[in-house]
């Protein structure tokens, strides 16, 4: 059977910080940590945290904004991390609330009933805890019978999720597989890191993949999927039940996003634009049958690389659409936030490719064909 994407849905916090108000709150925090250790830096034994620049942000990375589930701790120069507050275990966990947000739009775009759904799969970089699973507390939300479970590919969790809810499909152990990513990437963000403080924002995103003879008229054929990781510690977090010591924001290190930007931009760059050329000619395809490609949203200047070296020139930004600059990296949910942002305009028989890549490393591609 073949599948089929029927419709997605996006949940976006009401609350945003401009790259002005996190600049601002990093150089306030800088100021005081390097007034605090005066005498060290005076005796040359630390070195002065230096401050952080709008202007580098935007060219380094393209990004001018992010939502966040909490704004006042995160610009709070006494704080520099979000305040979520815990819950009781019987009120729902913060990602499920934001993951049901984004599936009651999808199955509401799909004319999907939720006793409709076969399966859940929570599909993201971080999860709040280690059981029960993200997904099924999700199911119940929603009132879903059969199965559910989480799946953790950071910033390709989504593509990941897409080709594993495909294969039930197309093995007929599901008809209808709802994918979810709940990113709070700002609970793993290191906000006292100058060079990832900017990087990303909050979000949650939701794909119903279904077989192609249960969804409306109106989807998206999955034609083609392939998956990739080849091991990295280029971009990595140690937090888990293991390490324990608890990752405060202020101080904090490996137990919170780290990164060596520059390499993971020249090794990540080659290896997707390859894969991608690669599923190209395996589908009998050639570049030219692309009217879009929804990338990953990590960084611009990567996207236009891995872009041209599809294309063989520069895409414009209808071919490769961008909204890093109000969202910026999302992990998992950015392509997807890409594909239900710039998707409303095509018609029966174009062709587009969802890619997403990072962590581990990992890669993803889904090509798709408008059905009507
Ligand atoms: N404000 C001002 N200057 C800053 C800064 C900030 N916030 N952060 C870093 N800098 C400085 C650096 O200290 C460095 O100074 P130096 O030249 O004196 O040493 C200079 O700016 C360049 O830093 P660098 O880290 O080399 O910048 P870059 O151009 O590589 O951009 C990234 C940094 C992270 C935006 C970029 O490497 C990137 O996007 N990489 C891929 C990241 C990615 O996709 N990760 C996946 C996550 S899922």
């Known amino acids: 059977m073949t599948p089929v994407i029927s419709a997605t849905g996006l949940w976006t916090p009401d609350e945003m910080i401009s790259n002005e108000e996190l600049v601002a709150s990093f150089n306030a925090w800088s100021d005081k940590w390097n007034a605090a250790h005066a005498a060290d830096i005076d005796a040359g034994t630390v070195a002065p945290k230096p401050h952080s620049n709008v202007e580098f942000i935007e060219k380094a990375s393209g990004i001018k904004s992010r939502y966040v589930v909490n704004k006042s701790g995160v ?166 039940f293991l390490n324990r010591t608890a990752p405060e924001g202020v101080g904090a290190s490996d137990k919170l996003f780290v990164q060596e930007g520059r390499k993971v931009f020249r090794e990540v760059v080659p290896m997707v634009a390859a894969m991608i050329n690669s599923e190209l000619e395996r589908l009998g395809l050639v570049s030219g049958d692309l009217r879009r490609m929804w990338l990953h949203q990590a960084n611009a200047g990567m996207n236009r690389l891995i872009a041209a070296k599809v294309l063989g020139r520069d895409a414009t930004p209808d071919e490769s659409p961008t909204v890093l600059d109000t969202y910026a990296n999302t992990s998992s949910a950015g392509s997807i936030i890409a594909f239900h942002k710039h998707s409303d305009d095509f018609v029966a028989g174009d062709r587009g490719l969802i890619c997403s890549f990072g962590a581990g490393y990992s890669a993803g591609t889904v090509f798709v064909e408008k059905a009507a």
């Open 75 to 240: 610009i709070d120069p006494d704080i520099m991390r979000p305040v979520i507050a815990e819950r009781p275990n019987d009120q729902i966990s913060i990602m499920a609330e934001i993951a049901v947000e984004a599936a009651r739009q999808a199955l509401d775009r799909a004319g999907r009933r939720p006793q409709e759904v076969d399966a859940v799969l929570c599909a993201a970089s971080n999860m709040q805890r280690a059981y029960p699973a993200m997904a099924v507390e999700i199911q119940a939300a929603l009132g879903i019978e059969g199965f559910a479970f989480d799946m953790n590919v950071a910033c390709s969790s989504a593509t990941f999720g897409i080709q594993t809810a495909a294969d039930f499909v197309r093995s007929g152990s599901a008809r209808s597989v709802l994918m979810v990513n709940p990113e709070i990437c700002s609970g793993h963000l290191n906000f006292t890191d100058r060079d990832s403080h900017f990087i990303f924002g909050d979000v949650a995103t939701a794909v119903l993949i279904e077989a192609e003879d249960v969804a409306a008229p109106d989807h998206w054929k999955i034609t083609g999927t392939s998956l990739k990781t080849v091991f990295s510690n280029n971009i990595r977090n140690n937090f888990g």
